[in-house]
């Protein structure tokens, strides 16, 4: 059941993210990527870890990508000429690269695959304390999901957390750097 | 539990500090560029301070510190000699930033916040030994950079390199999750030093999670193999180093380096001191990678007409030695490898600068080779300075960049490595050539054509040039007042 489950999701999600990169439209790539994103929220769930699901959902799916959606609505792309091949960066690559680059990544792909199959997950050694969480409270007794993620991210990963906030806020410098026009 | 040390994340909270306090000044002080300027080099100077204090009260070869559990941050000699190096590193290239802005006509005081912020971000990359850290240091230091590649938004190459930058950089970005993701996989561990003692179990067991194990470490290995430019995963630089404004281009060859090999140093020896069988498997790796960079990179920079480029080609060059370093034992190899680095800080920043001045009057870059034609004729100063960057860069006797290049040829050598030593020699000598050829054109060609605006030292740039070519000399002929030092740190550096 839970492996006819996991197909599923991983298939739905692996049929998002061609379709992100496949569609010629960008609404289309964006609500591609909200299946795939939907999809791997219901990974979590698989998991056992609810709450990083919900948070998957509300964050990227509710989020992130209302505001990808506003931006390419509001950015008039034909107008621009970005519509078709026309935007693309550089010249195309020859066919004969195209097949090389997927069939390496197929390779790649079929072949971690095949090996991440063989063991399966559950079987690491000293699975540390963000896997017990993952795995819906498997390793902390009476602690729920939540409680594990939030004693978790205020006790060992408190810096990393930190710096997580750093980050974005140097992202969106960075971005608003960029994109602002002086007047 | 233990009190927890303000002092660990001293080197990286002083520019974070700084940084974001110099944003929110930035609008009110926006027309005072000046004063701005002022503020971030105070900055700069205490990111400087604090690592330099605390490696003198630490001595050479001092304890290491972490926070409380198994250490997000931690403190050691090498560490707090890297985060001297990005403050120093990014102390000189302010001071070239005005002058450039200035002649490129872009009045980007954001510059100053970011640099700092850049900072930050390398101090993360180099004091950590959780996987999860490298990853948020690398995007702190990055992002930073992406943006000011494309701050001269005026010069169309200018938002080229920031474009490409970004796209590639995401891209690497993503084989460094993935690798992390892998790594997680075969060992369930994110610390690195949990990772080396896992990885000897999994390796022992073989099979399947030794499997994934190489994988996830390869897909890491191309994540530095791109931040450090290693052939073949160095497309971006070129474009990149000609793109961004001059003064970053100096900040982001030096400290981007620096600050990928203090995390390969972690990762590489870290994970192999653990496992011999899995130092048999990476060190070919490297190897090949060192011999296509040093190789790739000194043959493409021989037909560059502009000096930027071919300083970017060379800066790949570099690459594949200080990757060759990484592959003699962590005593000796850590240290060639940060004497490298620091020769490689003055030598670069330096030949950047000279570069730096070169402006058209629009403020797009006057590199081209032709534009040095007869330099000594008119400013004699700056062709001796540049000349001495060209030979150290090029490996002549008595500069910094012969001791370095030196030490690790002799190592390499030593340690059983006959065949990459000989590949490096002759990279070195085709190398040469291209160094040679510039010096050639400051001093024996007839000066043709208007020197560029640019071209009339200003005290800031000045003072870069001096410190710069006067460190170059001293590290060539008094090499063992660093190398000792570094000695140290690297001799206390075996075993994560």
Same mark, same amino acid.
């Given at each position: 059941?839970?492996?006819?489950?996991?197909?599923?999701?991983? !298939?739905?999600?692996? $049929?998002? #993210?061609?379709?992100? %990169? =496949?569609?010629?439209?960008? @609404?289309?790539?964006? /609500?591609?990527?909200?299946?795939?994103?939907?999809?791997?929220?219901?990974?979590?769930?698989?998991?056992?870890?609810?709450?990083?699901?919900?948070?998957?959902?509300?964050?990227?799916?509710?989020?992130?990508?209302?505001?990808?959606?506003?931006?390419?609505?509001?950015?008039?792309?034909?107008?621009?000429?970005?519509?078709?091949?026309?935007?693309?960066?550089?010249?195309?690559?020859?066919? !004969?690269?195209?097949? $090389?680059? #997927?069939?390496?990544? %197929? =390779?790649?792909?079929?072949? @971690?695959?095949?090996? /991440?199959?063989?063991?399966?997950?559950?079987?690491?050694?000293?699975?540390?304390?963000?896997?017990?969480?993952?795995?819906?409270?498997?390793?902390?007794?009476?602690?729920?999901?939540?409680?594990?993620?939030?004693?978790?991210?205020?006790?060992?990963?408190?810096?990393?957390?930190?710096?997580?906030?750093?980050?974005?806020?140097?992202?969106?410098?960075?971005?608003?750097?960029?994109?602002?026009?002086?007047? | 539990?233990?009190?927890?040390?303000?002092?660990?994340?001293?080197?990286?909270?002083?520019?974070?500090?700084?940084?974001?306090?110099?944003?929110?000044?930035?609008?009110?002080?926006?027309?005072?560029?000046?004063?701005?300027?002022?503020?971030?080099?105070?900055?700069?100077?205490?990111?400087?301070?604090?690592?330099?204090?605390?490696?003198?009260?630490?001595?050479?070869?001092?304890?290491?510190?972490?926070?409380?559990?198994?250490?997000?941050?931690?403190?050691?000699?090498?560490?707090?000699?890297?985060?001297?190096?990005?403050?120093?590193?990014?102390?000189?290239?302010?001071?070239?930033?005005?002058?450039?802005?200035?002649?490129?006509?872009?009045?980007?005081?954001?510059?100053?916040?970011?640099?700092?912020?850049?900072?930050?971000?390398?101090?993360?990359?180099?004091?950590?030994?959780?996987?999860?850290?490298?990853?948020?240091?690398?995007?702190?230091?990055?992002?930073?950079?992406?943006?000011?590649?494309?701050?001269?938004?005026?010069?169309?190459?200018?938002?080229?390199?920031?474009?490409?930058?970004?796209?590639?950089?995401?891209?690497?970005?993503?084989?460094?999750?993935?690798?992390?993701?892998?790594?997680?996989?075969?060992?369930?561990?994110?610390?690195?030093?949990?990772?080396?003692?896992?990885?000897?179990?999994?390796?022992?067991?073989?099979?399947?999670?030794?499997?994934?194990?190489?994988?996830?470490?390869?897909?890491?290995?191309?994540?530095?193999?791109?931040?450090?430019?290693?052939?073949?995963?160095?497309?971006?630089?070129?474009?990149?180093?000609?793109?961004?404004?001059?003064?970053?281009?100096?900040?982001?060859?030096?400290?981007?380096?620096?600050?990928?090999?203090?995390?390969?140093?972690?990762?590489?020896?870290?994970?192999?001191?653990?496992?011999?069988?899995?130092?048999?498997?990476?060190?070919?790796?490297?190897?090949?990678?060192?011999?296509?960079?040093?190789?790739?990179?000194?043959?493409?920079?021989?037909?560059?007409?502009?000096?930027?480029?071919?300083?970017?080609?060379?800066?790949?060059?570099?690459?594949?030695?200080?990757?060759?370093?990484?592959?003699?034992?962590?005593?000796?190899?850590?240290?060639?490898?940060?004497?490298?680095?620091?020769?490689?800080?003055?030598?670069?920043?330096?030949?950047?600068?000279?570069?730096?001045?070169?402006?058209?009057?629009?403020?797009?870059?006057?590199?081209?080779?032709?534009?040095?034609?007869?330099?000594?004729?008119?400013?004699?100063?700056?062709?001796?300075?540049?000349?001495?960057?060209?030979?150290?860069?090029?490996?002549?006797?008595?500069?910094?960049?012969?001791?370095?290049?030196?030490?690790?040829?002799?190592?390499?050598?030593?340690?059983?490595?006959?065949?990459?030593?000989?590949?490096?020699?002759?990279?070195?000598?085709?190398?040469?050539?291209?160094?040679?050829?510039?010096?050639?054109?400051?001093?024996?060609?007839?000066?043709?054509?208007?020197?560029?605006?640019?071209?009339?030292?200003?005290?800031?740039?000045?003072?870069?040039?001096?410190?710069?070519?006067?460190?170059?000399?001293?590290?060539?002929?008094?090499?063992?007042?660093?190398?000792?030092?570094?000695?140290?740190?690297?001799?206390?550096?075996?075993?994560?």
């Amino acid at each position: 059941m839970e492996l006819l489950v996991f197909s599923i999701l991983a !298939g739905l999600a692996l $049929a998002g #993210a061609i379709g992100v %990169i =496949l569609a010629r439209n960008p @609404v289309y790539s964006a /609500l591609g990527l909200l299946l795939g994103l939907s999809a791997v929220a219901g990974l979590f769930v698989v998991l056992w870890a609810e709450f990083i699901a919900v948070v998957q959902l509300m964050v990227y799916a509710g989020g992130v990508l209302v505001l990808f959606l506003f931006v390419i609505m509001l950015v008039d792309l034909e107008q621009r000429g970005l519509d078709t091949d026309a935007g693309r960066i550089g010249p195309q690559p020859s066919p !004969g690269w195209r097949v $090389a680059a #997927a069939m390496l990544g %197929i =390779l790649f792909t079929v072949f @971690v695959g095949a090996l /991440l199959l063989q063991e399966p997950a559950r079987e690491v050694p000293g699975a540390g304390a963000l896997d017990a969480v993952l795995r819906g409270g498997g390793g902390g007794g009476a602690l729920g999901n939540l409680e594990h993620v939030g004693q978790l991210l205020y006790t060992s990963y408190l810096v990393p957390f930190e710096l997580a906030s750093v980050l974005l806020l140097v992202a969106m410098i960075g971005a608003v750097v960029l994109a602002h026009r002086e007047r | 539990m233990p009190e927890f040390e303000i002092q660990v994340v001293l080197p990286t909270l002083v520019p974070a500090a700084y940084g974001l306090l110099l944003l929110l000044f930035t609008p009110a002080l926006r027309d005072d560029r000046r004063w701005l300027w002022a503020v971030s080099l105070g900055g700069m100077a205490l990111a400087a301070f604090f690592p330099a204090w605390l490696l003198f009260r630490a001595g050479a070869t001092g304890e290491t510190a972490g926070l409380p559990g198994r250490p997000m941050v931690v403190m050691d000699p090498l560490s707090l000699w890297l985060d001297l190096l990005f403050a120093i590193a990014g102390f000189l290239a302010l001071l070239l930033v005005p002058a450039y802005l200035d002649r490129a006509r872009a009045h980007r005081p954001e510059i100053y916040p970011l640099m700092l912020l850049a900072v930050a971000g390398m101090t993360i990359l180099v004091a950590t030994t959780n996987l999860v850290m490298i990853f948020l240091g690398l995007e702190v230091l990055s992002i930073p950079l992406y943006v000011m590649s494309g701050l001269t938004r005026e010069r169309e190459a200018s938002i080229e390199a920031a474009f490409k930058y970004f796209l590639l950089g995401a891209v690497a970005a993503a084989f460094l999750v993935y690798g992390i993701a892998l790594v997680y996989a075969a060992t369930g561990h994110l610390d690195l030093g949990d990772v080396a003692t896992a990885a000897g179990a999994v390796l022992e067991t073989g099979g399947a999670r030794a499997g994934l194990l190489a994988a996830g470490l390869a897909m890491i290995l191309v994540a530095f193999a791109f931040k450090v430019g290693a052939v073949p995963f160095h497309f971006w630089a070129p474009d990149v180093y000609q793109g961004a404004p001059t003064p970053v281009t100096a900040f982001m060859a030096v400290g981007t380096k620096a600050a990928a090999f203090g995390v390969l140093l972690r990762l590489l020896p870290g994970t192999a001191g653990a496992a011999e069988a899995l130092a048999r498997r990476w060190l070919p790796v490297v190897a090949a990678l060192a011999v296509a960079t040093m190789v790739g990179g000194n043959l493409v920079a021989l037909v560059q007409v502009r000096v930027k480029r071919m300083l970017a080609w060379s800066s790949i060059a570099h690459a594949g030695y200080l990757l060759l370093a990484l592959l003699a034992p962590l005593a000796i190899g850590a240290r060639n490898l940060l004497f490298y680095l620091v020769v490689y800080t003055f030598m670069t920043i330096g030949a950047f600068a000279v570069v730096s001045l070169f402006q058209e009057e629009e403020g797009d870059d006057a590199d081209q080779l032709d534009r040095f034609a007869g330099l000594w004729k008119r400013r004699p100063l700056l062709a001796i300075a540049m000349g001495i960057f060209m030979l150290s860069l090029a490996g002549i006797p008595p500069m910094g960049g012969f001791t370095g290049k030196y030490v690790i040829f002799v190592t390499a050598l030593r340690t059983g490595h006959p065949v990459l030593a000989a590949v490096m020699g002759l990279a070195a000598v085709v190398g040469a050539a291209y160094y040679l050829r510039v010096i050639t054109t400051m001093f024996l060609r007839e000066p043709s054509g208007e020197l560029p605006a640019g071209v009339s030292v200003s005290l800031a740039p000045g003072l870069v040039l001096a410190v710069s070519a006067v460190l170059t000399i001293v590290l060539g002929l008094a090499p063992g007042l660093v190398l000792g030092p570094l000695g140290e740190i690297a001799s206390g550096m075996i075993g994560p």
